[in-house]
């Protein structure tokens, strides 16, 4: 079964300091695309950062990063400088080349001022 | 904006009404997929469909349905609400055509309120 695992229901961090939400996932597939989207309390749901399986160089997009680790598959995301517009849901993702896209549950994260 | 129109954005009804949700996709956009969100849930995937034919299904009750027009704008119906129908209901949209890459763009939702 192709399953996206987020450890974390919820987090808090203090402002500036820097925090990691990890993201498990599995298939058998061997293309595949990774994502992350945040959903602040507008429950909007925004693409924060997306990692193509096939590279080995780690995405970033600006204070927010992954740490992609395709044998033990695993996608990390680090948010660096935290910032109150940061508090959100945030939810990891793969898509498959079928475009069948397997969502985590999410992690909340609070950034406290 | 992010390209993805959803109507109505809110809607009160009763319990046993039936109501459709209707969402026009990306320009370009060829995918649609529908998510049903219930308060500080996860996303629950209803249906996906692609150039307007079905391409997945989800946990989608019966008495759900959906379509996507020639337009490529797709319409949820429910019927026969309960109170536990009550959530957003998420459209997103993508390019589609079994590249991968495709990233989905969501629009702002629905929320349903069945009283």
């Known amino acids: 079964a192709q399953t996206v695992t987020q450890s974390q229901p919820e987090m808090s961090v203090q402002e500036a300091e820097t925090v990691t939400l990890s993201c498990t996932y599995d298939?058998?597939?061997?293309?595949?695309?990774l994502f992350w989207y945040k959903q602040p309390p507008s429950r909007q749901m925004i693409l924060v950062i997306r990692?193509?399986?096939?590279?080995?160089q780690n995405a970033t997009e600006n204070r927010f990063s992954v740490n992609f680790q395709k044998a033990a598959k695993s996608f990390s995301l680090k948010i660096s400088d935290s910032q109150l517009g940061d508090t959100a849901m945030y939810f990891c993702?793969?898509?498959?080349?079928?475009?069948?896209?397997?969502f985590g549950k999410g992690t909340r994260l609070h950034i406290l001022p | 904006d992010s390209g993805v129109t959803q109507t109505p954005k809110h809607l009160i009804t009763a319990t046993g009404q039936r109501v459709t949700l209707r969402c026009s996709p990306r320009?370009?956009?060829?995918?649609v997929y529908w998510y049903q969100q219930s308060l500080d849930q996860g996303l629950q995937f209803l249906i996906q469909?692609?150039?307007?034919?079905?391409?997945a299904k989800g946990n989608i009750l019966e008495r759900f349905s959906a379509q996507q027009f020639p337009d490529l704008h797709s319409e949820l119906n429910l019927s026969s609400l309960e109170l536990g129908d009550s959530a957003l209901y998420f459209c997103?949209?993508?390019?589609?055509?079994?590249?991968?890459?495709?990233?989905?763009?969501f629009g702002a939702g629905s929320r349903l309120t069945v009283l």
């Open positions: 990692q193509e399986a096939y590279k080995q």
């Open positions: 298939t058998s597939e061997n293309n595949y695309y």
């Open positions: 469909y692609y150039n307007g034919e079905e391409r």
């Open positions: 320009s370009g956009d060829l995918s």
């Open positions: 993702a793969f898509m498959l080349r079928d475009d069948k896209i397997i």
């Open positions: 997103a949209s993508s390019p589609g055509g079994g590249a991968g890459a495709n990233v989905l763009t």
